[in-house]
Each structure stands twice: as C-alpha cells, then as structure tokens.
C-alpha cells in the first residue's frame, strides 16, 4: 500500500498526487516537496489516502517533509523579493517602452530562479530585459507568456456578481465558454454583461447550462403550434426555470401555460406561408424578351460603329 496526498501550490491551483510516506498530514498543513524545479513550499488539500502501489500514477514524487518555522520564514522573504523584483522590472519594461504587461513574479522556494509572468499581443524581444534582470538579482531569470484568462486568475478582484472570482478563489481549471451558452439561458448578449474581468465570457455560463438544456427538452420551442383545452396558439416565450410556456392565439391573446401539462400529440410545426407566384400566366419573361443590360448596351455600341463607318465612306 502507498499514501498519497493532494497537494496544491496556490490558492485554487491545479491539484497533485504525492507520496506522503508516513507521515501524518492533514488539510491546510504547510509541506516541502521536491519538485522539477527544486524543492517547493505547497499546501495540503486533500489528506493522505492509501493506494494499490499498482494504482498510483506514474512518476509519483515524494513529500520530503512538514514546513519548519524557518521553511515559513523563507517564504515570507521570497514574498519581499518578489515585490522588488516586480517592481524593478516594470520599470525597465517603461524605460525600454517595450509592449508587453508584466502580470507576477514568483520566486522559487530555494531562489535559484525567479520567473516573470507577462501578458503581450505578439512576440516580445526581451532578451536585454533578462540580462539587466539578472545582473540586478544574481539569479537564473525565466520570462514566460501567459494568457488573459490566467492573469485574472492571478491578478484576482471581484466579478460583476459582487463576489471574488471564480478563476482566483476555487475554479482550478478552465472550462470552454460560448455563446451558445449565454443564448440558452436567455441572457442579453451584451459583452459588458456576459464578459469577466479578463474580457473573456463568464465561466460561470456553464454552471447551469446542462440544466438548462435538460429543462427544456419537456418544453415546446419557439415557434410551434399548441393546443390545451380551449387554448390554441404559438409558443413565443419559455419560463425555463418555472416550467410554463407563453402562448399566442390567434386573436393575440398571451396565455401561460404549464409545460407538463402540454401533451406531445397537441404539438405541431407552425404552418408555412405560401411561397408568391412568380409572374403570371401568359406574360412572357422580360429577361427573353427583352435581354439584359449588357446585351442592349452591346447592341447599341455596334449600331454606333456601323454608322460612324458610313459616314467616313
């Protein structure tokens, strides 16, 4: 058997399997874990649970041990580094007028290296920015791209909800938002009132749209014709949430009605307009008769030229 903990490097970071060994661990413990890129201070989610050595992943690191009062110290002065660091390097970033928005730095836990994470339309040219980095702090300098949706999650706020971000406080991986989703839920598709802090749609789109979808299956769309009791007419609006449907009758009448208490059967398509006759009955088609314009406009050009050349003769 193996313990394996969850374990996570920020608040609402992505989650990771580690051996715990024997230690005894609990949520919200503080730990040092040897990682890729050294040795790493990161927060217990999820306790220790014991696996099948067969089940566990692949590649499993190990949790080296519970953070000592020194480890905490350690990370409280990398925090005062990062400040710097980040303010020095924002202002060489407007020193050399360079386009791009410098968004966080994170210094590892042992400080051989410190990375830098920018925002930017395109490629940047930051190659003398790393030297100056690294000749004001003596360390190895990673400058690394990141997009809008992980800046906000980053960066942090309040959403237009009133609430801390979802993205910063417990969303942990991003999920694909369309329109298609905001449309569903009938929402106005206005950028200013679907759009998070990162310009992007809101995440929370999704958190309801399967059940969206789910209630309007036992509902008639838009545009068909129903039939309840002495009520017949077009649906043209949908009370999702509380199950009724909108009815137009043919003397414009609005009803609502209860959705169950529509049955199948008594829902039909919306009868199709008559498509218009084209032309009448022994009215030839003036394009024959007549020609196009090219076709009269050639004509004319050529009676011009025959008559210019009798002229001359």
Same mark, same amino acid.
């Given at each position: 058997?193996?313990?394996? @903990?969850?374990?996570?490097?920020?608040?609402?970071?992505?989650?990771?399997?580690?051996?715990?060994?024997?230690? !005894?661990?609990? +949520?919200?413990?503080?730990?040092?874990?040897?990682?890729?890129?050294?040795? /790493?201070? @990161?927060?217990?989610?999820?306790?220790?649970?014991?696996?099948?050595?067969?089940?566990?992943? *692949?590649?499993?690191?190990?949790?080296? %041990?519970?953070?000592?009062?020194?480890?905490?110290?350690?990370?409280?002065?990398? @925090?005062?580094?990062?400040?710097?660091?980040?303010?020095?390097?924002?202002?060489?970033?407007? *020193?050399?007028?360079? !386009?791009?928005?410098?968004?966080?730095? &994170?210094?590892?836990?042992?400080? /051989?290296?410190?990375?830098?994470?920018?925002?930017?339309?395109?490629?940047?040219?930051?190659? *003398?920015?790393?030297?100056?980095?690294? $000749?004001?702090?003596?360390?190895?300098? &990673?400058?690394?791209? #990141?997009?809008?949706?992980?800046?906000?999650?980053?960066?942090?706020?309040?959403?237009?909800? =009133?609430? &801390?971000?979802?993205?910063? /406080?417990?969303?942990?991986?991003?999920? +694909?938002?369309?329109?298609?989703?905001?449309?569903?839920?009938?929402?106005?598709?206005?950028?200013?009132?679907?759009? =998070?802090?990162?310009?992007?749609?809101?995440?929370?789109?999704?958190? *309801?749209?399967?059940?969206?979808?789910?209630?309007? %299956?036992?509902? +008639?769309?838009?545009?068909?014709?129903?039939? $309840?009791?002495?009520?017949?007419?077009?649906?043209?609006?949908?009370?999702?949430?509380?199950?009724?449907?909108?009815?137009?009758?043919?003397?414009?009448?609005?009803?609502?009605?209860? =959705?169950?208490? #529509?049955?199948?059967?008594?829902?039909?398509?919306?009868?199709?307009?008559?498509?218009?006759?084209?032309?009448?009955?022994?009215?030839?088609?003036?394009?024959?008769? $007549?020609?196009? =314009? %090219?076709?009269?406009?050639?004509?004319? %050009?050529?009676?011009?030229?025959?008559?210019?050349?009798?002229?001359?003769?």
């Amino acid at each position: 058997m193996i313990k394996i @903990a969850k374990i996570q490097f920020y608040t609402a970071g992505k989650l990771y399997d580690f051996n715990a060994g024997n230690l !005894d661990l609990k +949520p919200g413990d503080r730990v040092i874990v040897e990682t890729e890129r050294g040795k /790493s201070i @990161a927060t217990v989610v999820v306790g220790p649970r014991e696996f099948e050595k067969g089940a566990a992943p *692949e590649g499993l690191k190990n949790i080296t %041990r519970k953070a000592l009062p020194e480890d905490l110290e350690a990370a409280a002065r990398n @925090a005062i580094k990062e400040k710097e660091a980040h303010a020095l390097c924002l202002a060489k970033i407007n *020193e050399r007028g360079m !386009d791009m928005k410098l968004v966080r730095v &994170e210094y590892l836990f042992d400080g /051989s290296k410190a990375i830098f994470y920018f925002t930017a339309d395109g490629r940047v040219d930051f190659r *003398e920015l790393v030297k100056d980095l690294a $000749h004001a702090f003596h360390t190895r300098i &990673e400058m690394r791209q #990141i997009g809008v949706r992980d800046e906000a999650k980053m960066v942090g706020g309040i959403g237009i909800c =009133g609430r &801390e971000l979802c993205c910063s /406080s417990f969303l942990r991986e991003f999920e +694909p938002v369309s329109v298609k989703m905001a449309k569903e839920q009938n929402l106005a598709l206005n950028p200013t009132k679907i759009s =998070g802090q990162c310009g992007r749609l809101l995440c929370c789109l999704s958190y *309801e749209y399967e059940t969206y979808c789910t209630l309007k %299956r036992c509902l +008639p769309k838009c545009g068909k014709r129903v039939k $309840h009791g002495n009520v017949e007419g077009e649906v043209v609006k949908l009370g999702v949430l509380d199950g009724t449907v909108t009815v137009r009758t043919d003397d414009h009448v609005q009803v609502v009605l209860k =959705g169950e208490e #529509i049955k199948p059967e008594n829902i039909t398509d919306r009868p199709k307009k008559p498509l218009r006759e084209q032309g009448k009955e022994g009215q030839p088609d003036t394009k024959e008769s $007549h020609g196009s =314009g %090219r076709e009269r406009r050639g004509d004319r %050009r050529s009676d011009n030229r025959d008559k210019n050349k009798k002229e001359k003769r």
